[in-house]
C-alpha cells in the first residue's frame, strides 16, 4: 500500500514541476537517470534490490528505463519490505509430507503453495516456498553425516541474473558477487551460479531407521556431468541400485557401512526428474528399499562444424566407428573396487583448451548426429602428454579413430582417454602418477590437424573432464 500511494503522491508532482522544484514526501528522493545507468546501478548506488526499486516505481521491465526517467527512491528504510518468503531446499532423504511437518503444515497447503499436483514427484534441489513470513519448525529430525552441500542453481534458457537473484531473495549484487560476475547482463543456459546467504533449513529427513545419512552433490543434476551419492548406515549391509535405466556400481568401505556412487549423466538424457533406486540388503537377508527423485538439466553445450583431412573421410565409416565405440565401452566400462585418484584431476597438457565436451558434430558437412566427447588442447607435434591422475594403464594401442591411444584406470569407475598421440610411453599393466609424462601430442586417427583429445569416463559414461579438474569427487 505505502508503494501506491508514495507513487499517487510523487508521480502527480512530477507531472507539474521540473525535479529542483519538486515536493517530495519525506523519507523519498528522486532520482533522474543518466546516459549510461540501468536499473542495477542505480539500486547498488542505493543499497537497494532491482526488484525492490522496480516495484516502487511500477516498472513491469527492470531492463526498460529512459534517460530523464524520474525514479522514486527511498531513503528511509522503513518504507521497504521486512520479510522475504521462507524458503526450503529439497534435500536427500526429505519428502513432502516430512518438509510440512517440520513446519507445522499440512501436505495439501505446501503442495498448493508451490503448485504441486503429485506429491511424488518432488524432486532433490527443488526450492519449495513455506511462507510469506518466517515460520518456526516445529520439529527436527535426525542430523546429517556432514553439511548439505551449498545451493547450486543453474542457469536455464531464458533467465536472467535478476530473475534468479529475486527468486532467492537476493539482490544482483550479492548474486553477481558471489559468483565473480564483472557484468550481470552476461550469463549462459547451463551456467552453474552459486547462491550465497541462503541457509539451508532444518533437515526433514524421511529414510528408514538402517540409514544414517545420505549426501547428493550436486543438487540438481546436468547432462553430460558427474554426481556423487554417499550413503552411511547404521550396520554393515550390501547396496545395489539403479539410475537412468542403468545399474549403478558401489564403492563401499572396509566396514561395508560407508558407500559411495559415481553416476555420469549421458548426453541426450532428455531433461526431466528419474528416480533414483537403491536397495540395502542386510546380513539376515532383509531388503530395505529406497527412491529418491532427482532432477537432472539440460547441458546446451552447442555444436560446431569440423572438416577432417583429407585422406581421413574413411573413418566416417560406420562399421568402423562401431567395433572401436564397443572396444572402449569394454575397457571404459569395467569397475575397480579402489580408487588411486585423490582430489581435483591434473590437466594433460599444457596447452588452450581449443574444443569443450559435450558440442553435437557435423563432420564434412554431414548431420549434427555425434557428439564431442572430450575435450580439446591445442599442441605441437611431440609435445607431453600427462596422466591426469594415478592409476593403472589398461590400453596402450593403435586404434583406427582414435589413432595412438593411452587408457588410465583411476579406479571406482572412473578412465581417463588420451587420444591422436604420436608417441606413447607407457605400456598396460604399468602404474603412472599424476603429471607424468605418458606420450607426446599428434594428428594419428580421425583428426583435423596435431591436438590432444581428452576423455573421461565415468562408470562407463563419457562425462565432462573439466568438471573433474574443478571438483572433488572423492
Known sequence: MIYRLLALLVGASL????????????????????????????????????????????????????????????????????????????????TLRSIAELY???????????QITDVNTVYVGQVLNIAAAPVVPTAVAAAPTEPPASVIHVVQPGET?????????????ELAQANSISDPTVI???????????TLPQLALDLPPIVTGLDIRPLLFLEGQTG?????????????????????????????????????????????????LLSLTDSAGQVTPISVNLQVLAGNYGSE??????????LLDPSVESAEQQLIQNVMGSFTPTRFFVGPMGLPAAAAMTSPYGRKRSYNGGPFDRFHSGTD??????????????????????????????????GWGVFTGYWHQTDIYVHVGDFVTTGQVIGTVGATGRVTGAHLHWELWVNGVPVDPMQWVSQSFG
Open 188 to 198: 549462459y543456459a547451463g551456467q552453474q551460479l552459486v547462491i550465497p546467504n541462503v
Open 305 to 314: 562444424t569440423i572438416n577432417l583431412l583429407a585422406d581421413r573421410s574413411g
Open 15 to 94: 507531472l507539474l514541476l521540473p525535479a529542483a522544484a519538486q515536493d517530495v514526501p519525506p523519507g523519498v528522493t528522486i532520482h533522474v537517470v543518466q546516459r549510461g545507468e540501468n536499473l542495477f546501478r542505480i539500486a547498488l548506488q542505493y543499497g537497494l534490490t532491482v526488484d525492490e526499486l522496480a516495484r516502487l516505481n511500477g516498472i513491469a521491465d527492470p531492463g526498460n528505463i529512459q534517460v530523464g526517467q524520474r525514479l522514486l527512491v527511498p531513503s528511509d528504510a522503513a518504507l521497504l519490505p521486512t520479510s522475504q518468503p521462507l524458503l526450503h531446499v529439497v534435500q536427500p532423504g526429505e
Open 104 to 114: 507445522g503444515m499440512t501436505v495439501d497447503d505446501l503442495a498448493a503453495r508451490n
Open 161 to 173: 541474473l535478476f530473475r534468479i537473484a529475486t527468486g532467492y531473495g537476493l539482490t544482483v549484487n
Open 228 to 276: 556423487r551419492i554417499h550413503l552411511t548406515t547404521a550396520q554393515a549391509v550390501q547396496v545395489s541400485g539403479a539410475f537412468l535405466g542403468r545399474s549403478v556400481n558401489v564403492a563401499a568401505d572396509a566396514s561395508s557401512m560407508a558407500f559411495t556412487i559415481l553416476i555420469g549423466i549421458p548426453m541426450f538424457t532428455d531433461a526431466g526428474v528419474y528416480p533414483l
Open 377 to 410: 588442447f591445442a599442441g605441437a607435434p611431440g609435445a607431453p602428454v600427462l596422466a591426469a591422475a594415478p592409476g593403472y594403464v589398461v590400453l596402450a594401442d593403435h586404434l583406427n579413430v582414435r589413432g595412438n591411444a593411452t587408457i588410465i584406470d583411476h
